[in-house]
């Protein structure tokens, strides 16, 4: 056990439809990374949070969004999903001792 | 901005045989510098970090790497490796002050008996 915690492990849904991955970083950590890793594009960063704001983004769609609540999870929303957003999704949590990954989210879009 | 280029995307190699998996970056500022393994159907696990100190740094599994700034290269060894290190492994990069981590586009260690 890594110390963050991804929810839930698989996903497979329908084009057109949205869905939220879930996030909890290791204890005290107040940084959280989004990454999709695909075979085409390998592990790309999508977006980060610290304590609550966003704090840079790579190439996220205009489709996907995310937050950081107040007890410092987060939540990646994929919207009206394409075939191409089949993908391994991973959460990563930064602290002095440098970055941890979640166990990641496999979602199929069907 | 920084980049990472990992020169092979596979490598075979004999059980107990020694290996090395190459890794250049490119960072205008300092960089912090990384090796994850990654095994089938499993997330990425750290193997070793560079922070700052020695160059030679050990991490888990018998890996090692050296970080090579007139080269700026970070490659991962080890002496002998087992069936079970067939992995694929990432090596990654992010500034010192914080940020992101960019990583490679991966190296695929197939270990034969």
């Known amino acids: 056990d890594s110390g963050v915690t991804q929810t839930p492990k698989h996903l497979i849904t329908a084009t057109g439809q949205r869905v939220t991955l879930r996030c909890s970083p290791r204890s005290g950590d107040l940084s959280v990374y989004w990454y999709q890793q695909s075979l085409d594009q390998g592990l790309q960063f999508l977006i980060q949070?610290?304590?609550?704001?966003?704090?840079a983004k790579g190439n996220i769609l205009e489709r996907f969004s995310a937050q950081q609540f107040p007890d410092l999870h987060s939540e990646l929303n994929l919207s009206s999903l394409e075939l191409g957003d089949s993908a391994l999704y991973f959460c990563?949590?930064?602290?002095?001792?440098?970055?941890?990954f979640g166990s990641g989210t496999r979602l199929t879009v069907v | 901005a920084q980049s990472v280029t990992q020169l092979d995307s596979q490598v075979p190699v004999f059980e107990e045989a020694p290996v090395e998996l190459r890794c250049n970056y490119s960072s205008s500022v300092s960089v912090y510098l990384f090796w994850y393994v990654q095994y089938p159907n499993q997330g990425l696990q750290l193997l070793l970090k560079y922070l700052s100190g020695s160059t030679l740094v050990k991490g888990i599994n018998g890996f090692e790497a050296e970080f090579n700034k007139s080269q700026t290269s970070f490659h991962l060894r080890k002496p002998s490796v087992h069936i079970s290190d067939t992995a694929e492994y990432f090596c990654?990069?992010?500034?010192?002050?914080?940020?992101?981590?960019?990583f490679g586009q991966g190296t695929e260690l197939s270990v034969k008996p």
């Open positions: 990654a990069v992010s500034r010192t002050q914080g940020g992101k981590l960019i």
């Open positions: 990563a949590s930064r602290g002095n001792y440098g970055y941890t």
């Open positions: 949070y610290y304590n609550g704001e966003e704090r």
